[in-house]
């Protein structure tokens, strides 16, 4: 039906409606409300089509590198208000697809020859008192900077983080930093377990020792 309502649109300037209407055996109340129906459908097209330009933009910015989640978080960002689906859904419709350029980064590497070290925590994640169990991991985190590292060490009776450091590499002395850190700010008691599952974190204090 759409397409004999597409038609009599196009001719009502050359002849009468009414007479389309009756021609193609259509109901003029039913040509109104596929009028009434088509400038609603003409509107979110046009609105669509607005934001499918402003997501163009963003995604080219971002070296076509952004999915939904993060064109969606920059257009909040930028004050625009809209529905995430709609935005997955208009970006679906236009094959706009976030790609990932480069691996993601591990800085675990086990050495096969290190002796694995002895595991004191045996899973248990619980103390009595403070300063007795310290946990510990590192990180990067990609910034306006370029890539920086985070270690951190919890203290598993506060479960607070009582030391962490961060620079712009990655060898041993960011580990113990933060573990200086941790010990300057409550000490830590003789026979303290300091426990980390990443072998990296392991490796680093092995050489810091």
């Not at 009502?12 to 021609?23: G, H, W």
Request: glycine share 6%.
């Amino acid at each position: 039906m759409s397409e004999l309502y597409r038609l009599i649109h196009a001719e009502k300037a050359n002849y009468p409606i009414i007479l389309l209407c009756r021609v193609l055996r259509v109901a003029r109340s039913s040509y109104y409300a596929w009028c009434e129906g088509e400038a609603a459908r003409c509107a979110r097209q046009a609105a669509d089509d607005a934001l499918a330009h402003e997501i163009t933009v963003l995604h080219i910015a971002s070296r076509h590198t952004y999915g939904v989640p993060r064109i969606h978080a920059e257009l909040r960002r930028l004050g625009r208000r809209v529905n995430r689906k709609r935005v997955a859904r208009v970006m679906r419709e236009r094959d706009i697809r976030g790609v990932t350029r480069r691996r993601r980064r591990s800085l675990t590497r086990p050495d096969a020859k290190a002796k694995p070290a002895p595991d004191l925590i045996g899973r248990d994640f619980h103390a009595e008192r403070p300063v007795t169990k310290q946990v510990g991991d590192i990180t990067c985190l990609p910034t306006a900077e370029g890539w920086l590292y985070l270690a951190c060490w919890l203290d598993l009776a506060t479960r607070e983080v009582v030391g962490y450091a961060m620079a712009d590499h990655h060898r041993a002395e960011l580990v113990v930093d933060a573990l200086d850190m941790a010990h300057g700010r409550g000490g830590l008691e003789p026979g303290c377990v300091i426990h980390s599952d990443s072998e990296y974190v392991k490796c680093r204090m092995s050489r810091a020792s």
